[in-house]
Structure formats: C-alpha cells, structure tokens
C-alpha cells in the first residue's frame, strides 16, 4: 500500500480556510485517496474520497492533481469543532485502512 | 440503525488476566474490522472479517489475540494473558453496505487499560 506524508499538525483560526496536504508518491493505479477526521476519544469518521480532479460535499472538498502523487484536503471557514486529527489515506476500497499519525488541526477563536 | 457499537467502553485489567470486547456492526454490512490505537499514533489494524470468515490478519494480531464473528453479525476479540504493551484504545468498524464510497464507520472504541 502506498505510502503517505503529511503534516504533524496545522494551526488556523475560526473562520480561515485550512488546506492540507498529503504526499503518496507510490499511490497505484487501483488506489484511491480517502480521508478521515478524528476527534479525542472517537472513531475516526469518513469525510470525503476521490480518485482524481476535484471532489465536493458538505464538508470538504479534495483536490487531486493529474499525477496523483499528492491531495489536498480543503476545509472551508473552520470553526472551533473542526479541531482534530485529520487522516489522509491511500489503497483500494473495501480493505484494511493504513493510517499514519495524520495532522493534528487546531482552531483558535 | 445506530451504528457500530462496542462493549465494554473502558475495560481495567492485571496483567495476566483474559480480557473480551465486542463489537456489534451495522446491521447491513457485510464487513467487520478490528484496529487498535495508542496515544498518538493512527489506528492500526488487527484483522477484518467477511460475514463469518476472517479474511486476513496483521502480524501485530499475537497468538494471544483471537476474534470471532460467528454467525457473521457481532464479532468479539479476545485478549489471553494480558501484557502492559496491550494497553491501547481498540476500535471495530464495518462497511459494505449501500455507502457509495464503501467508507468505514467506526465505533465508539474500547479503552483497555492493563496495570
């Protein structure tokens, strides 16, 4: 499985947009890119997955280049309940998750 | 549905002791998973059912370590001989159903404390 890199933790006030990113230089043909968010003691929980261009919900939009060797999470006007731990992952679905240490977003007021 | 529940929530055990948790899945899904988190790292995963069958399992899952889902609903996993290194938070997730991304969902957790 693809490996991933992200950063240990982000910084953002209520309000700003927040993009995070996330390498997989290995990502294969039958990988897709899937993130999770994680609050202290909780499950993590699906937020959004793509396999290339641009995805859109409710609650984030995710950004994939041509090359698929990177992703960019966007989370648009954070709030203080968006601080958590966000996981970026990579592999077919149905499978076992590989997660890393993923990013530890704090939102200040 | 409520979604993926875990029982016991905390569980406080001496080293040596068997301990058993267990997961009840969402009720339409076909997939069973069990991770286990310790501070600050991701989850790792343990194993993964297919209805009752268990598919695959990590080499972190220890001869002490053994899971069951017998008739493919709830599934339990049990802990002999408790060590201290077992301590951790151990999370059960289930997909497979009608979700268009066959994303995972999580339960609750159960932290299991070993003195």
């Known amino acids: 499985l693809a490996k991933t890199t992200q950063p240990i933790s982000m910084d953002s006030y209520e309000g700003q947009e927040v993009n995070i990113t996330c390498s997989h230089n290995n990502i294969a043909t039958n990988d897709y890119i899937t993130w999770y968010q994680q609050f202290p003691s909780q499950g993590p929980r699906f937020i959004i997955q793509?396999?290339?261009t641009k995805v859109t919900n409710e609650v984030a939009s995710l950004f994939i280049p041509a090359d698929r060797k990177s992703s960019t999470l966007s989370l648009p006007r954070v709030s203080l309940s968006d601080t958590a731990v966000y996981y970026c992952l990579v592999g077919p679905t149905g499978t076992a998750l590989i997660f890393g240490k993923g990013t530890t977003l704090s939102v200040s007021s | 549905d409520t979604g993926v529940s875990q029982d016991p929530r905390h569980k406080i055990t001496k080293r040596g002791q068997n301990v058993t948790f267990r997961c009840d899945p969402i009720?339409?899904?076909?997939?069973l998973y069990w991770y286990r988190q310790t501070l600050g790292q991701g989850p790792e995963f343990l194993t993964y059912f297919q209805n009752e069958a268990q598919l695959e399992k990590s080499r972190l899952l220890s001869d002490r370590f053994s899971a069951e889902r017998p008739k493919g609903s709830f599934s339990t996993l049990e802990i002999q001989r408790t060590e201290q290194g077992d301590s951790a938070m151990y999370l059960c997730?289930?997909?497979?159903?009608?979700?268009?991304?066959?994303?995972?969902?999580f339960g609750p957790g159960t932290r299991l404390t070993v003195l």
């Open positions: 793509g396999y290339k």
């Open positions: 009720s339409e899904h076909n997939r």
């Open positions: 997730a289930s997909s497979g159903g009608r979700e268009l991304y066959n994303e995972q969902f």
